[in-house]
């Protein structure tokens, strides 16, 4: 893992009821770095969320909305969220639900920012 | 014409998932090229499965050559997409004639005038119907080309010298895609009161078919059925990845794009919504907002014993 990827997935690990965070190729959804607490499926997220990227962002494309930054999945048992970073890459954090996700939020857009620099 | 087919040809280069496909495949249909119009639309259709106007206009070319079964199947599919669809009901009728069915013609015909009670073209071919003595119509002498002319009408039918008489209007094909004020006038007004009712919310099953509000581009187009074809595929996979990832069942997505914010939320079992809200609204309005609008929905499909 870069310096750089690594300390991202730190910052955005700090956040509270985080479970984790990975860096992830939009193309082929496989990990590309990742900071994980035990018992995370690491491919599973990594795929998935590519994939949700996938369709959301076609269906963004349909209705005019234009490319798609940032996708956040809320569900019953905790939050998935992931931030685009063209051109292909993903910064993916999967979280429960006392996450802030405002907070989250602002440490994946920093980092997929500084990725497409 | 010529032009046209340029212009659309390299629009569709620029964006091969450009919906730009239905109106080449139209435009080659009327210039009687009608391999290459096949070509189109089932390419077309291979990436927009659920793009209603695409298989109207695959219907039309069927019905040019003469393959009435294909035809009736795709306006079929049509009207699964957009039970009120005037050019699939008109198309419809088309065939049931052609086929000797006169009742199912005239009831087709019934529906197109309920849809829109302004569509001339669909009154005068009712009323000839109506009026004609049934007897099988003998297959014309050159059906590709008198069927290209009958389909372009939206009074088809004119294969029967009752029909043309129907049918003396100069062709006018139904809208591609459908107007958003036709769209939004047959869907049920569940969100009046809400802002842009009909341009930003849309509710539909998630099998993908608009169940009321509407979608409409920023050039004015009706986008409702092409965003609730791709929605039911979302929804799919937030089920998914909520299985696979222990996080139960999903509540909201929210996409930032660049130039609006959307957000989907299922209503009940078996319906979604999505709220679309242009950036310059915060995250957290468009998600109360999306909430106000879901509460409606669930209340209205209670209201219809969904």
Sequence with gaps: ?117 | MADTIRRLTGALARDPASLAYADLAEALRRKNQREEALRVALQGLSRHPMHADGHDVLARIYADMGDLDRARLAWSKVLEIAPDHGGALKGVAFVRFRQGDADAAAAALEQALAVDPSDEAARRALDTVRRTPWAPPAPPAEPAARVTESVAAPAALRDTASFAAAAAPAPTPPPLPAAPAEAARVRPPVFSGFDRSTADILLLDERGLVLAGGLVSSAGADVAEVAAAGLAGVSGEATRTGEYLGLGVWRTIVAEAESANLVVAPVGEGALILVRRDRSMPVGLALRFAERARGTASTWLAGQGA
């Excluded at chain 1, 990975?22 to 990594?46: H, I, R, T």
């Design chain 1, 1 to 117: 893992m870069s310096d750089e990827l690594g300390r991202a997935l730190d910052r955005i690990s700090r956040v509270r009821g985080m479970r984790g965070s990975m860096w992830v190729s939009a193309e082929d959804g496989l990990p590309v770095a990742q900071l994980l607490m035990e018992g995370v499926p690491g491919k599973a997220v990594a795929a998935l969320a590519a994939s949700l990227v996938r369709k959301v962002s076609g269906t963004a494309g349909a209705v005019g909305a234009g490319r798609v930054r940032f996708v956040q999945m809320e569900a019953a048992g905790g939050t998935l969220l992931v931030a685009l970073a063209p051109p292909d890459l993903l910064v993916v954090a999967l979280a429960d639900s006392r996450v802030n996700i405002g907070l989250a939020r602002l440490e994946m857009m920093r980092a997929a920012q500084a990725a497409g620099r």
